[in-house]
């Protein structure tokens, strides 16, 4: 069944921009493993808070970025960024919508 995972991030001190930018790094790679999106959110109020999420048709997708080299990687050389414990949560897709893009023709 399809669905998102969320990822909560914290930034330990001091932190929160060399985070912000190795998150906008790794986001993209999940669509290497079949991730339809992904986004990451800063929240305004706090800057050391972030939000990732992806949408996969499959959770199994959705293990094999959180699992593979680069992701591995990335946690790897950025731990000391983040708190940890990381506890990310599928999310099943119940409904989802977004309103169609309109192309003008005329001045493309």
């Known amino acids: 069944m399809a669905g998102s995972v969320h990822i909560p991030w914290y930034a330990t001190g001091f932190r929160g921009d ?7 790094e790794i986001a993209p790679v999940a669509l290497r493993y079949g991730a339809s999106s992904y986004a990451v959110y800063r929240a305004n109020d706090d800057l050391y808070k972030f939000l990732q999420t992806a949408s996969f048709e499959n959770k199994a ?31 099943d897709v119940i409904a989802e919508g977004a309103m169609p893009q309109v192309v003008d023709v005329a001045s493309a």
């Open 18 to 24: 060399k985070l912000a930018a190795a998150l906008a």
């Open 61 to 91: 997708d959705w293990d094999g970025y959180w699992n593979g080299p680069e992701f591995t990687r990335f946690r790897t050389l950025a731990v000391s960024w983040y708190q940890v414990p990381v506890l990310y949560a599928w999310h």
